[in-house]
Antibody, heavy 115, light 107 residues
Framework: EVQLVESGGGLVQPGGSLRLSCTAS????????MTWVRQAPGKGLEWVSL???????YYADSVKGRFTISRDTSKNTLYLQMDDLRVEDTAVYYC?????????WGQGTLVTVSS | DSQMTQSPSSLSASVGDRVTIACRAS??????LNWYQQKSGKAPNLLIY???SLQSDVPSRFSGSGSGTDFTLTISSLQPDDFATYYC?????????FGQGTRLEMK
């Protein structure tokens, strides 16, 4: 079955770090563009980051310099390293396949930044 | 960055109604415009990509149109399963921004 499963969310204090994982099954990450999208509680969708199949990366201004997208092709897993977390980073984080439009999404993982 | 503005923000309608949701981009996105449906607690579901291409397995009552800066999503005859929140997204230039969403409620 083709699917994405996120993990790694949780409660973290402001200024802390967290690494999210997104494990793919049924297809290989290396041949695909992958994206992170987040949704704050009760709010809309926010595009966060993109990694090209060739490895180029892009970020929303709101996370640039604090978040890092990467992948481990041997584990078929996408990552989002989140440093210097802020209260406003609290959200459900989704990984999604493809560059421009997303036909495959994970179930999401909740990140809560609070003291 | 291209800002995406949807209207209305919320909409009340009845089963069988024809519903139209608008999305306006702050700059030309050509036809790089996508529509998603999201139900509470679930991941979004792709409905339309490239402004007017229907994603596989999406009912034909959904359609999209537009180019440049103005786009519409139309549901020709509203069904009970269609009450949800709808988002447009531009994929012309990074960051691939989303609209703020349109909540479609039962009248």
């Amino acid at each position: 079955e083709v699917q994405l499963v996120e993990s790694g969310g949780g409660l973290v204090q402001p200024g802390g770090s967290l690494r999210l994982s997104c494990t793919a099954s049924g297809f290989t990450l290396s041949g695909n563009y992958m994206t992170w999208v987040r949704q704050a509680p009760g709010k809309g969708l926010e595009w966060v980051s993109l990694i090209y199949s060739g490895g180029s990366t892009y970020y929303a201004d709101s996370v640039k310099g604090r978040f890092t997208i990467s992948r481990d092709t041997s584990k078929n897993t996408l990552y989002l390293q989140m440093d210097d977390l802020r209260v406003e980073d609290t959200a459900v984080y989704y990984c999604a396949r493809d560059k421009r439009y997303y036909s495959l999404w994970g179930q999401g993982t909740l990140v809560t930044v609070s003291s | 960055d291209s800002q995406m503005t949807q209207s209305p923000s919320s909409l009340s309608a009845s089963v069988g109604d024809r519903v139209t949701i608008a999305c306006r981009a702050s700059q030309n996105v050509n036809t790089q415009l996508n529509w998603y449906q999201q139900k509470s607690g679930k991941a979004p579901n792709l409905l339309i990509y490239g402004a007017s291409s229907l994603q596989s397995d999406v009912p034909s009552r959904f359609s999209g149109s537009g180019s440049g800066t103005d786009f519409t999503l139309t549901i020709s005859s509203l069904q009970p399963d269609d009450f949800a929140t709808y988002y447009c997204q531009q994929s012309s230039s990074v960051p691939y921004t989303f609209g703020q969403g349109t909540r479609l409620e039962m009248k």
